[in-house]
């Protein structure tokens, strides 16, 4: 009798061994699903550290490596086809015809963020400024720089941790972000500052001066 007693509190041992080793495994399995993932933009598991690491899509629907920029200066704007800011088009092209050899690209980012001001499609926003503005710098797809879909690109350079100091949210058309040779954001300037402002020029020249970091 106490031959079998042992056994069945053996048993009964192995099994509730058994289940305290699965509930471990599962409360594991949860704590590790739990763990935040930084996904980046181009699908590595690192948190960006530049605007550069960052993978959009161009004005045709292809997809744009911002680190094939990398060792150069930078200009990030968000521009609009219906705004009073739009004739900046015309500096910022003229911009990038002076200083396209020296290593710097401007990058256009069409938004519809503001008073509708970019109701178009890629191809319209595309036609009207190779029309109107006769555009040859890099122009992505339209995106949304600000509210609950802010593009993954304007989330780091708008919001903490990533802005620092140039943290807060677009407040209108032609915003613009200045990145130097080695990826780093060294100046916002405001949207209603031309391009040819002689305080934004010389950031850019600062810039170009600069060898980027080996």
Avoid at 86 to 115: C, H, R, S
Avoid at 147 to 158: I, R
Wanted: aromatic letters at 8%; proline letters at 5%.
């Amino acid at each position: 009798m106490l031959k079998k007693i042992a056994a069945s509190v053996s048993i009964l041992a192995i099994i509730v061994i058994a289940i305290a080793g699965c509930l471990a495994k599962s409360l594991f399995a949860q704590t590790t699903l739990k763990e935040p993932t930084k996904v980046a933009a181009h699908g590595s598991t690192t948190q960006p550290a530049s605007p550069l690491d960052f993978v959009v899509k161009d004005i045709d629907g292809k997809d744009v490596k911002l680190s094939d920029y990398r060792g150069k200066v930078v200009m990030i704007v968000n521009v609009a086809s219906r705004c009073g800011n739009t004739p900046q088009y015309a500096n910022l092209e003229a911009l990038y015809k002076k200083y396209a050899d020296k290593g710097l690209v401007i990058i256009g980012f069409p938004a519809n963020d503001f008073m509708h001001q970019e109701p178009g499609s890629n191809e319209d926003i595309k036609k009207f400024c190779t029309a109107n503005f006769d555009v040859t710098f890099p122009m992505m797809a339209k995106i949304s720089v600000k509210g609950d879909d802010k593009a993954p690109l304007y989330k780091f350079l708008t919001e903490e941790p990533t802005a620092g100091d140039f943290k807060g949210d677009i407040d209108w058309n032609f915003a613009k972000f200045i990145v130097d040779r080695n990826g780093n954001v060294i100046a916002r300037i405001a949207a209603r500052t031309r391009p040819d402002d002689e305080k934004l020029v010389a950031v850019i020249e600062k810039a170009l001066d600069a060898k980027a970091a080996e």
